[in-house]
C-alpha cells in the first residue's frame, strides 16, 4: 500500500524535515534542560514550555493534555514513550510518587507491572521507533499500534501493528485462528491499513531487566486479502535485515 499523503506537496515537506532529525532536536532539548517527568499510573507527565511542546508534538511524543493550571503546559506520556525517552535516547529522567528518580530497572519492574505484556510491546515500539516510523496507540482499530510514515498532520498511517510473541503461551492469544485473522484483515482494509505484525522472539533470555531486550529478536509479517487481479510472479524479494513475510489469504 502506498503512503497517502494528505495534500499537495507534504510529501516534500516530510523530506525537507525528516522525522529522525526531529528527534535528535527533541532529544537534545530535554538533554540541555534536564527534563523530568512525574510518574502517574499508566503514563509519565511532563512539565513544558512552547518550545518543548512544539518538538514534542512534531517528533508526536504524547499529547497534551488539559488542567486548570492556565501558566503551566503539560505533556502526557503512554509507558512505550516514556521508557524509549529514559532508556533508549536517554534524554528524560522520571521521578515516582516518592519523589526519587527512578533508575531504568525500577521503571521497567513498575511498567511491566501495570502492563503484563509491556516487555514485547515495548520492543515492538523500539523497533519501529528506530526505524523512524512515528508509533501512536492504535486502539480505535483494535490494534496495538499505527505506524505512520511521518506526522499524522501530513499523511495516514499505514500500518496497523500486532505485537506478538513468539510461542504457545497467553501473551499470544489472537490470530490463533482463522476467523481472527479475516476480520482484523477486514478491518484494517476498511481504514486503508495493512497489518502488520511483529513477533518478538525472547531466546529464553526472560524479562527480568531491560537489558534483555538486546537478546530479543523480531520478525515482521504483513498479512493482506489475496486480490486473484495481480499475477502470482507479482512479488518483491525482501532487503537486508530484519526478517520479514508476507501472508496472503
Known sequence: MMPRWKGKGLQAKANADPMSK?????????????T????????V?????AELADLLNRSCFGRPRITAQEDKQWFQLDM???FYLCF????????????SIKSNEELWDYFKSKKLVFPVSYKVYSHLRHKNWVV???LQYGVDFVAYRHHPALVHSEYAVLALSEGDNDLNGRLRVWSDVHCTVRLCGSVAKTLLTVIVNSNNQ???SPSCLEHYTVEERTITRW?????REDQTSPKNGTKKGVTRF
Do not use: H, M, T
Open 22 to 34: 526531529i528527534v535528535s532536536q527533541l532529544q537534545s532539548s530535554l538533554i540541555q534542560f534536564e
Open 36 to 43: 523530568r517527568g512525574l510518574l502517574s499510573s499508566c503514563s
Open 45 to 49: 507527565l511532563v512539565e513544558v514550555d
Open 80 to 82: 512505550e514513550e516514556a
Open 88 to 99: 533508549s535516547l536517554k534524554c528524560l529522567k522520571v521521578i515516582g510518587e516518592d519523589g
Open 136 to 138: 501512536r496507540s492504535g
Open 206 to 208: 526472560g524479562a527480568n
Open 227 to 231: 486480490n486473484p487481479e495481480r499475477s
